[in-house]
């Protein structure tokens, strides 16, 4: 198993998803070496090294990210995946099977570009252990879950359906050097469910995770936090679910649990919906340990969360807020700057809510455009409006921004009205020094989040560089 990813910001991801399927295809039986490119200085030669010495009969390629996202500063990943599958095909006759979240989003341009013949799309462990197990390539093309290059444009996986695969435990610590990894950031990842099963104009997770929540066995959730605490020196868990607090009644049943087992971590999730919080749900999660969480709105303006399909509108983004505010636990507000409808009336009324709403222990993400996908409403209103064009496959960043702004007048709009130093822009996060600092900060215990220390960090990437200071890579 090869994870690909080598991206650092806005912290390097542990490869949880590669892990998870590495750990399957031990269970079933496989003899299973996992190679992670993230800190390896030269990412070819280290393939190469580990062909040689392993040599084996099949090869697991992770790719969890197609680019950076980033209107402003795109950045694809492919052309060193591709370096990798290159460096591959020149030492290794081995069967090739390709997955993870980049390659759930796009299969067939992944596979032309990569040149390669089978993806899977959605989760792995089965496909990959069935995979694998195939006696002869065109038996492996016809496993549940696997795209081949030279199959329909259309085929895709089987629906997921039914409850997560609960026998196996990702066991990250076995497979991946977690100590590198927490030396950049102390939060290890954990997954309670899979899916999401709304419908929001631009988003990928249905393809990615399925179109309805998947849940695990908290039980095994639990389980799985407490091996991690005995194997590693993790204390801080990050749940990565599409929606934390979805759907109704699981983040209870996954916190009493906690409570229950008496596991002394800390927690924070990766995106809590602003649907339906109550004031008991954020009592239950300070006291199972929760801190901080990042919370999705994407827009603080009914016209645009209308546009964007989000299922709820400005008083739940409000409301929520108001609850938060008077919670212990810290919320880092994500907006989507420049959706349909977007104008200069919709962005006011997020910057009123950023006024209002950012508290001192709070902060905001602006990612500014929108990256469009195929196969999502945000794709058919571009191509309405002429933003791309029919003939573009979309595997190189294209991006949606509303015509009714320009992403200059956005940023002046955000920069003059916001009165305080709170939102962290999407580009700041790539900016070099920040993995020092974050190493710097994990060094010297610092407690966590790190995004609470933004505004410290970019005056102090700005003193570093106005003294000629030459910041090492992320
Ligand atoms: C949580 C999350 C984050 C968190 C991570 C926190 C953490 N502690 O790990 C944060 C906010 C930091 C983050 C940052 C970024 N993210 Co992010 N993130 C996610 C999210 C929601 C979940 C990822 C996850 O951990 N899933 C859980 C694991 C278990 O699932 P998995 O990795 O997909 O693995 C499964 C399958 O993919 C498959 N699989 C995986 N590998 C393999 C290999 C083989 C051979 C097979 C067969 C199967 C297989 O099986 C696995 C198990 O079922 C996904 C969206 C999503 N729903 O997937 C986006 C997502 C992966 N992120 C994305 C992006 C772009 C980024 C950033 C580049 C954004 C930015 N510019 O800052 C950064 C990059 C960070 C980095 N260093 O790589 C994109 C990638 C798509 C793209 N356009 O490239 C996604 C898909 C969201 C989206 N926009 O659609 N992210
Ligand atoms: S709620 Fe989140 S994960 Fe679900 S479709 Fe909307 S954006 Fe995607």
């Given amino acids: 198993m090869i994870s690909t ?22 269970q079933a039986g496989f003899h299973v070496r996992f ?15 580990a062909l040689t010495r392993f040599a084996p009969d099949g090869i697991a390629l992770s790719v969890r990210n197609l680019d950076n996202c980033n209107f402003l500063a795109p950045k694809s990943y492919l052309p060193e995946v591709r370096d990798v599958v290159r460096a591959i095909k020149g030492h290794s006759g081995a069967r090739v099977l390709i997955g993870g979240a980049g390659v759930s989003i796009l299969p067939h341009q992944v596979l032309e570009y990569l040149e390669l013949d089978h993806a899977v799309v959605g989760e792995g462990e089965r496909a990959a252990v069935e995979f694998f197990s195939a006696g002869n390539a065109d038996a492996a093309g016809r496993v549940a879950g696997v795209v081949c290059r030279n199959g329909a444009p259309d085929q895709q996986s089987a629906p997921l359906r039914g409850h997560c695969d609960q026998s196996v435990m990702p066991r990250l610590h076995e497979w991946v050097d977690a100590r590198r990894y927490l030396a950049q950031e ?24 399925g179109e309805s929540w998947r849940v695990r066995d908290p039980s095994a959730v639990v389980d799985e936090i407490i091996e991690s605490m005995r194997q590693t020196s993790a204390r801080e868990f990050e749940f990565v679910d599409s929606i934390f607090n979805e759907p109704e009644g699981y983040l209870e049943l996954l916190l009493e649990e906690v409570l229950r087992r008496d596991v002394k971590a800390r927690f ?19 006291r199972a340990g929760m801190t901080s969480l990042v919370i999705t709105p994407e827009s603080a303006a009914g016209a645009t969360l209308a546009a964007l399909q989000k299922g709820f509108d400005e008083d739940d983004v409000n409301r929520t807020a108001e609850l938060l505010g008077r919670s212990r636990l810290r919320a880092l507000w994500c907006f989507l700057v420049g959706g349909p409808k977007e104008d200069e009336e919709t962005l006011g009324q997020t910057v009123a809510f950023l006024n209002r709403h950012v508290g001192s222990k709070d902060g905001a993400f602006i990612t ?7 196969g999502t409403g945000l794709h058919l209103l571009a191509l309405q409006e002429g933003a791309v064009h029919a003939d573009d496959d979309l595997l190189m960043p294209s991006f949606y921004f509303s015509p009714q702004l320009t992403p200059e007048r956005a940023r002046a709009l955000l920069d003059r009205g916001v009165h305080h130093g709170r939102c962290i822009h999407l580009t700041e996060t790539q900016a070099l020094g920040l993995g020092t600092l974050r190493r710097i900060g994990t060094a010297i215990g610092l407690p966590t989040p790190f995004w609470r220390y933004a505004g410290y960090a970019r005056g102090a990437l700005r003193t570093w560089r106005g003294q000629g200071g030459d910041p090492a890579r992320r």
């Fill in 186 to 209: 102390p939060v290890l990842p954990v997954q309670g469910k899979r899916g999401c099963a709304h419908r929001c104009l631009y988003c990928t997770y249905r393809q990615i995770e």
């Fill in 268 to 286: 924070c999730a990766s995106s809590l919906s602003p649907k339906g919080v109550t004031a008991e749900q954020l009592r239950l999660m300070e």
């Fill in 5 to 26: 990813n080598r991206e650092t910001a806005p912290q390097p991801a542990v490869p949880l998803g590669a892990a998870w399927v590495a750990e399957a295809l031990r």
């Fill in 35 to 49: 190679l992670d490119l993230c800190f390896e200085r030269e990412p070819v030669a280290a393939v190469v090294a």
């Fill in 368 to 374: 500014t455009g929108l990256r469009i996908y195929p």
